[in-house]
């Protein structure tokens, strides 16, 4: 089976811009998780979705947004961007939300 | 407190060195355990999960859980460079409909030749 994707790897962005991360699940999977990571911080957890639903959601501000589409992509949105968005955004899929596996990651800089 | 607490490390072993790796989990309805090893620059990949108490072993991995003391560790035998990475536990909070992923923020190490 292929692993997870994600679109782009990496992006560079000036603050008050937004950006569209993409990412492709593992065939069969339903859930998709966000994360972001920056060193010292760890995995961070943005929000879940499951079948088209958000099903869990963290403690970021309504600038960090995402949606399930019927064939499991995932899209996260990020707007207004600051400074310290830069990070590395993590997709995880997983068949009910338990055992994870990770794509390699959008390297964001915020200029 | 972290409802998962683990050692950031950075840890550091010579080559062929026994390492061990920890985590303490806070709430009894953390039921599945997972450890995960991300090197730089990549994502995390998973090593090894777990949901009973006792041992896993998986070639030179051994994943140890004890419920009662609420303690994890990953065992490393023969540690080799190529397991220089930081190493996440994560464990898996399912309450009636409240369902979650907690993580640890991950231990550095090293294995120097």
């Known amino acids: 089976k292929a692993g997870v994707t994600q679109t782009p790897r990496y992006l560079i962005k000036t603050r008050g811009q937004q950006v569209t991360l993409s990412c492709s699940p593992i065939s069969g999977h339903r859930s998709v998780s966000w994360y972001q990571q920056t060193p010292g911080q760890g995995l961070q957890f943005l929000f879940e979705y499951f079948s088209e639903t958000q099903r869990n959601k963290g403690n970021f501000p309504g600038r960090f947004s995402g949606r399930q589409f019927s064939n499991s992509r995932s899209e996260m949105n990020v707007s207004t961007l600051e400074l310290g968005d830069s990070a590395l955004y993590l997709c995880?899929?997983?068949?009910?939300?338990?055992?994870?596996?990770f794509g390699p990651g959008t390297r964001l800089t915020v200029l | 407190q972290k409802e998962v607490e683990q050692d950031p490390g950075p840890l550091s072993v010579p080559e062929g060195a026994i390492v061990s790796l920890n985590c303490t989990y806070s709430?009894?309805?953390?039921?599945?355990f997972m450890w995960y090893r991300q090197y730089s620059r990549k994502g995390p990949e998973l090593l090894m999960y777990?949901?009973s108490s006792g041992n896993k072993e998986d070639g030179r991995f051994t994943a140890q859980v004890d419920k009662s003391s609420k303690y994890i560790s990953l065992f490393i035998r023969d540690s080799q460079p190529s397991d220089s990475a930081t190493y996440l536990c994560a464990s898996l909070f399912n309450a009636g409909n409240n369902r979650k992923l907690i993580w640890g923020l991950g231990t550095s190490l090293a294995v120097n030749p």
């Open positions: 777990t949901y």
């Open positions: 709430n009894s309805a953390f039921q599945y």
């Open positions: 995880a899929s997983s068949q009910q939300g338990d055992t994870q596996y």
